[in-house]
């Protein structure tokens, strides 16, 4: 069985890097929890790169990489499964991320709140405080 690991969402690291250090990724950074995968580095790396933040982007490409397999028919059984439910405006990379959490048993840290809402109907393990 593999260890436990925590994806970090952009939204945390985004509150991280504009409001200071948050304990419990700062936790999961010093016990090597912490993993990212391509598509949130690359939702963050842009912004950092244009504020010439390369030490920040060298961190988070030191933090460990999950490969990221897209499955599509799951990934548009999840946006259906949200239209069904009144679950609304939730884009593609967030359904890729619950994709990739849910397949690879990964627990996910985020603030965004329709994780929260899709909670109510998949099974998947979330931080979010």
Same mark, same amino acid.
């Given at each position: 069985m593999s260890r436990y690991r925590v994806l970090i969402d952009s939204s945390v690291w985004i509150e991280y890097f504009n409001n200071g250090g948050i304990e419990k990724l700062d936790r999961?950074?010093? =016990?090597? @929890?912490?993993? /990212?995968?391509?598509?949130? &580095?690359?939702?963050?790396?842009?912004?950092?790169?244009?504020?010439?933040?390369?030490?920040?982007? =060298?961190? @988070?490409?030191? /933090?460990?990489?999950?490969? &990221?397999?897209?499955?599509?028919e799951i990934v548009r059984d999840y946006q259906i499964m949200n239209i069904r439910n009144g679950i609304n405006k939730v884009g593609i990379p967030d359904l890729i991320i619950l994709q990739q959490i849910i397949d690879e048993k990964i627990t996910l840290f985020s603030f965004d709140k329709h994780f929260s809402l899709m909670q109510n109907h998949l099974n998947f393990d979330l931080i979010s405080e």
């Open positions: 999961l950074i010093e =016990e090597d @929890l912490a993993c /990212i995968n391509e598509l949130i &580095l690359t939702e963050l790396a842009p912004a950092l790169m244009l504020k010439n933040e390369t030490d920040t982007l =060298e961190g @988070l490409q030191a /933090i460990s990489m999950i490969p &990221l397999n897209v499955d599509w």
